[in-house]
């Protein structure tokens, strides 16, 4: 009953955090028997969430055992389906059983339920699959072993794809795999148990690669992402379908980079010099790199901006509302989460239960001060409280479109007085994406 309650609060502020939570292959995820559900782990607490809010079915989590370390943290964990699990090098944390922890993981799985495993093992927010531990195969063979392979259990990868994963409003595909099933490693296991799930581990971690954009190093990251912002454009066709085109737009590019890495190691050199030039470019001139695919018609320009003056103009008494019912949540979340946390793979989840808290206190303290000072009818109060959190990313989302408007002004002035430095810039990112894409 708790978990139910707490997977719909936390499903909602997912909702609210997040612009765009797309699930791929969704039906794999419905369970039918015993599952295993391994995972990448870039983003702490909000990776459990996440899994949890594209699962229809209660899973339970194996997590790290220091997270179990008061007498009320053991007790809510474990009613919200965690079991605990003392890692190498943290030490045994009190009340906390490993043998206990490994037998509830085979209770679940002979139950026919679902169990979530982060095979990495520790959570830091990059774009690279790090070493998968053993224990997940293990779990797996030896739970199938005590059931005389009658329980047709299955591991299933899945992949978390976060685009900015601690960023407000930005997106996350949930891309699932394809089940493996143990049934077929469990001889082997009976002959030689090592052996067996180190490769069954490897077998996880190239499914897991193959729902993942993987990088095989920081270095390399950075300069897909370097890339990706430089050359995505929602003014191309091709490009700005939502966030499975944004990821497969990273996954050409990361692609291509393995590829000119392996074949072209000195054109891949130049390729971050001219990134490092362009990026220089850009910034002198204060303009998106996007702006750079809009074709330039002076006419144009000047009716989208009056346009959208008089949007702006129109949708200011909106924007005021939102802002003062919103402000004040905001910038606390945006105080107190530096001050809980200096760690990037937090500042999603805790943003989120701060939320969760922040919002909903502040919006009721709203409506009964407005509901005081002015006589409602029950529909306007109604309306009133809907209107606050609607509000709120109306604000939001005019302050994005304020700024698109300073670029595009920006854009429009330098097109008028210095045209060459802009064509310039064109000229090289054209030779950017000619030599990562052609």
Known sequence: MLYRFLKFIVGIGIRFYYKEVKVLNRDSLVNRGALIIISNHPNTLMDAMMIGYASKQPIYYMAKGTL?????????????????????????TKGVSN??????????????????????????LERQ????KPGTARIALEVEKRNNGMLQLSVLPLGLNYLKAEKFRSSVLINVGEQIPILDYLESYTQDHGK????????????????????????????????????????????????????????????????????????????????????????????????????????????????????????LPLFVFGVWHNLIQFKLTEYFVPKITKDLEYVAPISVL???????VFYVLFYFIGTNYFEFSYLLKLIYLISMPLSGFYAY????????????WKYIFMMMNNKKAMLELQEKRNELRSMIFN
């Open 68 to 92: 179990f370390n008061s007498k009320f943290k053991l007790w809510l964990l474990r009613n919200l389906n965690m079991i605990p699990i003392n890692r190498k090098g943290e030490g045994a």
């Open 99 to 124: 043998q206990d922890s490994f037998e509830a993981c085979y209770r679940v799985l002979e139950e026919g339920k679902t169990l979530v495993v982060f095979p990495e093992g520790t959570s830091f």
């Open 129 to 132: 699959l790090r070493e998968l």
């Open 196 to 315: 067996t799930a180190k490769r069954l581990t490897e077998l996880f971690r190239v499914n897991l690669e193959k729902v993942l954009v993987n990088s095989s190093s920081k270095k390399q990251e950075i300069l897909v992402d370097d890339l990706a912002g430089l050359l995505f454009s929602k003014y191309r066709k091709n490009e700005g379908k939502g966030v499975e085109g944004d990821v497969a737009f990273l996954k050409e590019i990361r692609n291509r980079v393995q590829e000119i890495q392996l074949t072209e190691p000195y054109q891949l050199i130049k390729i971050q010099v001219l990134v490092q030039n362009i990026q220089w470019r850009l910034r002198k001139l204060d303009i998106r790199a996007d702006f750079l695919d809009r074709r330039f018609r002076s006419r144009m320009f000047f009716r989208q901006i009056l346009f959208s003056i008089s949007f702006l103009i129109i949708g």
């Open 354 to 360: 701060l939320g969760l808290i922040l919002y909903p």
């Open 397 to 408: 989302s005019f302050n994005k479109y304020l700024q698109h408007i300073s670029y595009k």
